[in-house]
């Protein structure tokens, strides 16, 4: 679907690629570039990621990024691969440098998460969400991911409308 804001990038396919081993090195050589190489901002605050436990020598978070149930399992090789994710590794970046763009498509709102608040990034029509969490000095990214169940979507967008209820922006 088009949009005023054409910033998205094109799909990490892993059919590009011909088998997982080659297509994980290439998502995480994006994850590397995107986040441990350079500096994301938000508002002049550094966007950091979870480094630790390191899991075959790449951060905790780009398992976060590219598994589904991650928290469920320490065993890397229980991981359960998440397509979706995967292929949307390289909107993380771009949604960042592009939250606040004037078309309105990125709907956001915060959430209460113990003691801090997590910020909720949704691009309604491409059903992705991001979830960062805003810490003093910086932002932790959380996650991001396709919203494949109409409920899952419809939940969210409810979430949205009544933050904006409650808290216009």
């Known amino acids: 679907m088009k949009f005023a804001c054409e910033w998205l990038p094109d799909l990490v396919d892993f059919n590009d690629y011909g088998d997982w081993t080659r297509y994980e090195d290439i998502l995480y050589s994006i994850f590397y570039q995107d986040f ?23 951060e905790q978070a780009f398992f976060h ?8 399992t320490q065993d890397p090789s229980n991981r359960i691969p998440d397509l979706r994710r995967c292929e949307r590794i390289r909107w993380i970046k771009a949604l960042i440098h592009n939250w606040n763009c004037p078309s309105g498509i990125v709907k956001i709102w915060r959430e209460p998460y113990k003691s801090y608040e997590r910020l909720h990034f949704l691009i ?9 969490e805003e810490r003093k000095n910086y932002f932790l990214l959380i996650t991001a991911y396709y919203l494949d169940r109409d409920h899952e979507l419809k939940k969210k967008l409810k979430k949205y409308n009544k933050y904006k209820q409650k808290t216009p922006l």
């Not at 994301?40 to 075959?56: A, D, G, S």
């Not at 309604?124 to 960062?132: A, K, N, Q, T």
Request: net charge neutral.
């Open 124 to 132: 309604e029509e491409e059903r992705y969400l991001l979830v960062i």
């Open 36 to 58: 441990v190489a350079t500096q994301q901002l938000i508002n002049n605050k550094p966007v950091n990621y979870r480094k630790h436990p390191y899991e075959c020598d790449k």
């Open 65 to 72: 990024l590219t598994s589904v149930d991650y928290h469920k």
